[in-house]
């Protein structure tokens, strides 16, 4: 289909490890999103980009988290040195530009042992 | 930061009642989106408004920027719309990732 793709689905890893998610937006979309959900809470923001150029990150927890997008198309969220707190539903949206319907992946869902 | 309240946290009705459902947010925005997710997890953009009312087959939503307020209603609801419903903010302008409140968990039985 022509949906949002994340990639893995399912990511289990131990303490300390890096892990990178990736999120293949719908073909055309300017606007790409990274939220993270925890278990039974609502989703919460973490950084969004237009084109390749990162808008706003003020929801990166620390400095552990990053993301990339660098040809304005795939973007990958990094987390290295993992906490057990990192376990969530990593979730990416993308839109055709900002103040449109964002359109959800069905999200890596990351557990740290 | 805005905060987003929804009413109620959980409701159970019957098939055929109306619904509606509740979203109060603190802070100026420039669009209130209602999502929907369901019990396997995907998560579905149902509306985006700024200003009005906007229809969808059953579903209604109306926004009130003045009172900073804003309902989702199903009408003639079925065991199907069970899901969770959720409201988010956006204040653009390079701060548009969503704000979300903790969502309304919804249980229609037969």
């Known amino acids: 289909g022509a949906g949002v793709s994340q990639s893995p689905r399912y990511k289990v890893t131990k303490r300390g490890q890096d892990v990178a998610l990736r999120c293949d937006p719908i073909?055309?979309?300017?606007?790409l999103y990274w939220y993270r959900q925890a278990l039974g809470q609502g989703p919460e923001f973490l950084t969004y980009?237009?084109?390749?150029?990162?808008?706003?990150k003020s929801g990166l927890p620390n400095d552990r988290f990053s993301a990339e997008r660098p040809e304005g198309s795939i973007s990958t969220l990094t987390i290295q040195r993992t906490e057990q707190r990192d376990s969530a539903m990593y979730r990416c949206?993308?839109?055709?530009?900002?103040?449109?319907?964002?359109?959800f992946g069905d999200g890596t869902r990351l557990s740290i042992l | 930061k805005n905060e987003v309240e929804q009413s109620p946290q959980n409701l159970t009705a019957q098939e055929g009642e109306f619904i509606t459902i509740n979203c109060s947010y603190s802070?100026?925005?420039?669009?209130l989106h209602w999502l929907q997710q369901h019990p396997g997890g995907g998560i579905v953009s149902l509306f985006m408004l700024s200003s009005g009312k906007k229809k969808h087959g059953r579903l209604i939503a109306t926004i009130n920027i003045q009172e900073k307020h804003s309902s989702l209603h199903i009408t003639a609801s079925h065991p199907r719309d069970s899901a969770v419903y959720i409201c988010a903010v956006s204040s653009g302008g390079g701060a548009d990732g969503l704000t979300f409140g903790k969502g309304t968990h919804l249980i229609i039985q037969p």
């Open positions: 949206a993308s839109s055709l530009w900002e103040n449109q319907p964002q359109h």
């Open positions: 802070v100026g925005i420039s669009a």
């Open positions: 073909s055309g979309h300017v606007s």
């Open positions: 980009f237009n084109y390749e150029a990162q808008q706003d």
